[in-house]
């Protein structure tokens, strides 16, 4: 089945302690994204990348680092987690044949306490 | 402003009715529309895309891009309550694949 996965789908963790969510795509997607969603303000970009070793900033990439080592894996790291940090993230990709149409994993609700 | 405007709702619409989605955007540059279906706890799903403007219909879903008001809309027709989920507008436009999103809308569909 063709998916986004990300784990954990929940995590709480403390302030100040490193964390790594993992997101795995097994579509051959060349596009991988990573968003936070907040209640009013949707959606928004933290980083994304166009291939592998090729990465950018989003519209929120403050306080976040990715890496794209492999083409199926986008991993994104909190250095030292804050509480403003608290949201629900979703890793997705895509293709140039599905132009914008990103597939999305599941999410992954963290809260920094 | 936001790049992309949408009233977040709810929404509340007996079973069988008409549905009109609605969200407005700022950058002319956008090229690509798209309606994402997200039910709760899960993540978004591409429902409708639609390049530049026009019309395009899927079973009891139309959506609608009109590039000279910057109005994007999706028509949901005999709406069930399978479709109560919250609904997002995105758009893009360049070679990066940014998907800037609407705050989406709410969606109640009564027995």
Not at chain 1, 59 to 88: C, H
Not at chain 2, 6 to 26: F, H, K, M, R, W
Not at chain 2, 35 to 62: A, C, H, I
Request: glycine content about 8%; aromatic content about 12%.
């Amino acid at each position: 089945e063709a998916q986004v996965t990300q784990n954990p789908r929940y995590l709480i963790t403390v302030t100040g302690k490193k964390l790594t969510v993992t997101c795995s795509q097994n579509m051959n997607h060349e596009y991988m994204s990573w968003y936070r969603q907040d209640p009013g303000l949707g959606l928004r970009q933290i980083y994304y990348s166009m291939n592998v070793e090729v990465t950018d900033k989003g519209d929120v990439p403050e306080g976040y680092k990715v890496s794209r080592k492999e083409k199926r894996n986008f991993p994104l790291i909190l250095e030292s987690p804050s509480p403003n940090q608290t949201s629900l993230y979703f890793c997705a990709s895509t293709t140039k044949k599905a132009n914008y149409g990103y597939t999305f994993g599941s999410g992954t609700r963290l809260t920094v306490v | 402003q936001k790049e992309v405007e949408q009233d977040p709702g709810p929404l509340s619409v007996p079973e069988g009715a008409i549905v009109s989605l609605n969200c407005t955007y700022s950058n002319s540059a956008f090229q690509y529309f798209m309606w994402y279906r997200q039910y709760s706890r899960k993540g978004p799903e591409l429902l409708m895309y639609t390049y530049s403007s026009g019309n395009k219909e899927d079973g009891r879903f139309t959506a609608q891009v009109d590039k000279s008001s910057k109005y994007i809309s999706l028509f949901i027709r005999d709406s069930q309550p399978s479709d109560s989920a919250t609904y997002l507008c995105a758009a893009g436009g360049d070679s990066s694949y940014k998907l800037i999103f609407g705050s989406g809308t709410r969606l109640l569909v009564r027995p």
